[in-house]
Nanobody, 119 residues
Framework: QVQLVESGGGSVQTGGSLRLACAASGGTFSNYAMGWFRQAPGKERELVADISRSGISTNYAGSVEGRFTISRDNAKNTVYLQMNRLKPEDTAVYYC????????????WGQGTQVTVSS
């Protein structure tokens, strides 16, 4: 089972940028599709972006399309989320998650990293 550790969260003002990273260990990273999720207080967890095992295919939530970019470096066992033009509504705990090659669900999760955007 792969273990995931996020980093890079913090506090920024509206319009700022942050880059999240999620380091994986304990498994063959390239066997996992990866996703970034977020959960704001009082709201359900939502998928922000995901990326295929090879990194060729990506998908984004409509609310972040054009502002966020997901990428991965399989040599470094790391997935990234570049977040630009941040808005207060992006404030949430961000989680990375891994989905196995033959799985339809994300089964491995990181501990989360807080992102706070102030107006």
């Amino acid at each position: 089972q792969v273990q995931l550790v996020e980093s890079g969260g913090g506090s920024v003002q509206t319009g700022g940028s942050l880059r999240l990273a999620c380091a994986a260990s304990g498994g063959t990273f390239s066997n996992y599709a990866m996703g970034w999720f977020r959960q704001a207080p009082g709201k359900e967890r939502e998928l922000v972006a995901d990326i295929s095992r090879s990194g060729i295919s990506t998908n984004y939530a409509g609310s972040v399309e054009g502002r966020f970019t997901i990428s991965r470096d399989n040599a470094k066992n790391t997935v990234y989320l570049q977040m630009n033009r941040l808005k207060p509504e992006d404030t949430a705990v961000y989680y990375c998650a891994a989905r196995g090659k033959f799985s339809l669900t994300y089964s491995n999760w990181g501990q989360g990293t807080q992102v706070t955007v102030s107006s």
